[in-house]
């Protein structure tokens, strides 16, 4: 059985592209997300969508 300190770290088993996106902020998000898709996500919850929905 695998003990705690012989386990991979997590950031470890998450791909360079997925950990870029998961730290991206702001300007960084937008530029990585494009800026329609946010466009339409902050849209689609301000009139009322559930964000679940909407990503």
Do not use: C, S
Not at 13 to 37: C, H, N, S
């Amino acid at each position: 059985m695998m003990t705690v300190t012989d386990r991979p770290a997590l950031g470890t088993l998450v791909p360079p592209m997925l950990r870029e996106l998961l730290e991206a902020r702001g300007a960084g998000f937008v530029r990585q997300m494009g800026a329609d898709v946010v466009r339409r996500v902050v849209l689609d919850v301000m009139g009322g969508r559930n964000l679940r929905d909407a990503t």
